[in-house]
């Protein structure tokens, strides 16, 4: 079936280094893929999507390239900042309509 | 522009008694959806509304679980009666058909 598997954290990092999240996912047709971010007590906010393949997403320095050849829609950032530390849950939306998240990465940013 | 409002954002009671919660879309958006998500975790499909009819709902444990979404704008997620497994946070989301889906706030559902 339909899933989406993201690299478990958490990860670590200090302010300023670069970051990538993987993310793999297993979809029949063309899926549009998203990430989505979660502050601490917040509810979910859209960081980026793509909708079809070879989509590079874009949003608040953070990059993702939607590979079909791959199944891969992993997140990137040049330089992180301690305002990014949060979970990050990449997600597909289906033909059909249906939006399936992965178990979700932490991400912690040290000064 | 309001967002998707849910409430409330704290719940706490005893097993075996009901509870319910409220979910309100952002405006024109026509389809609504309910997760699950426990601490750790990814959210979960429950049930998913395109309109006033649930499209999928195959996941969504109907011996305790009820859901409705009258005039397809706002709706109710209703659990009765509650177990201690369901203590979690509830997600309501909607999206104007199969476009980026918005998020609620969530309501933090305790059971004692």
């Known amino acids: 079936g339909d899933s989406v598997t993201q690299m478990e954290g958490p990860v670590t990092l200090s302010e300023e280094a670069f970051l990538t999240i993987n993310c793999t996912y297993t979809?029949?047709?063309?899926?549009?893929l998203f990430w989505y971010v979660q502050y601490p007590g917040e509810g979910l906010q859209l960081l980026l999507k793509?909708?079809?393949?070879?989509d590079k997403g874009s949003n608040k320095g953070f990059e993702a390239t939607y590979r079909k050849e791959t199944t891969s829609f992993h997140l990137e950032k040049g330089s992180v900042q301690v305002s990014d530390s949060a979970v990050y849950f990449c997600?597909?939306?289906?033909?059909?309509?249906?939006?399936?998240f992965g178990q979700g990465t932490e991400l912690s940013v040290k000064p | 522009e309001a967002g998707v409002v849910q409430s409330p954002r704290y719940k706490i009671i005893e097993k075996k008694q009901p509870v319910a919660f409220w979910c309100n879309p952002i405006?024109?958006?026509?389809?609504l959806y309910w997760y699950l998500q426990n601490l750790g975790q990814g959210p979960e499909l429950l049930i998913r509304?395109?309109?006033?009819?649930?499209?999928?709902d195959s996941q969504l444990p109907k011996d305790r679980f009820s859901a409705e979404r009258l005039k397809g704008v706002d709706s109710t997620l209703k659990i009765q009666p509650a177990e201690l497994g369901d203590s979690a946070v509830y997600l309501c989301?909607?999206?104007?058909?199969?476009?980026?889906?918005?998020f609620g706030q969530g309501t933090r559902l305790t059971v004692v």
């Open positions: 989301a909607s999206s104007l058909d199969r476009s980026e889906a918005f």
């Open positions: 979809a029949t047709g063309y899926p549009s």
């Open positions: 793509a909708t079809k393949a070879d």
């Open positions: 997600a597909l939306r289906t033909q059909g309509g249906k939006l399936i």
């Open positions: 405006s024109g958006h026509n389809t």
């Open positions: 509304y395109e309109n006033e009819e649930a499209v999928d």
